[in-house]
């Protein structure tokens, strides 16, 4: 069975459409711009449902479950067979929120012996939608299609 990944995508209009991305932290993805950013998601337990999943980790990552519509963006499949579903919302994010990243250990370098942390997201930043295009992992464009075709 394949795995459910769920996000949710917030967006504003300051005055135009602005998408908020998430940059993966770690050690592969220190160098990486163009086409490695993402949805902030999460897998989705077992008997769980996908938005309410969704929006618990989204509070968790940032500390606030967006309030307004969600719009449902349905899903893609990623590589691996793995399904991903997402939600959008307008929310804006103010200029004073403080993003604090969750941290993770893994062994690095590779068969070195040595625990390294490193953040699960090292940014967040809102773009247009040209440019989220960019940024996006190419699997997930369809997403931003959907939102401007929605709204």
């Known amino acids: ?16 459409l602005q998408l908020l991305l998430a940059h993966p932290g770690g050690p592969l993805a220190k160098q990486e711009d163009d086409g490695s950013w993402t949805i902030p998601r999460h897998y989705v337990e077992e008997k769980h449902q996908p938005l309410e999943t969704a929006q618990q980790k989204f509070k968790e990552s940032f500390g606030f479950i967006p309030d307004g519509s969600y719009l449902d963006l349905s899903s893609v499949t990623l ?8 939600w959008a919302v307008k929310h804006n994010i103010p200029d004073s929120f403080i993003f604090e990243p969750f941290w993770f250990e893994m062994e690095w370098p590779p068969d070195s012996g040595q625990i390294e942390s490193f953040p699960e997201m090292d940014r967040i930043e809102y773009f247009g939608p ?18 401007i075709t929605e709204i």
């Open 1 to 16: 069975m394949s795995e459910i990944i769920a996000g949710i995508l917030l967006y504003r209009k300051k005055p135009d």
């Open 79 to 86: 590589e691996n067979d793995e399904k991903m579903r997402v």
């Open 130 to 147: 040209f440019e989220a295009r960019k940024k996006i992992e190419t699997e997930q464009t369809d997403f931003i299609t959907r939102l």
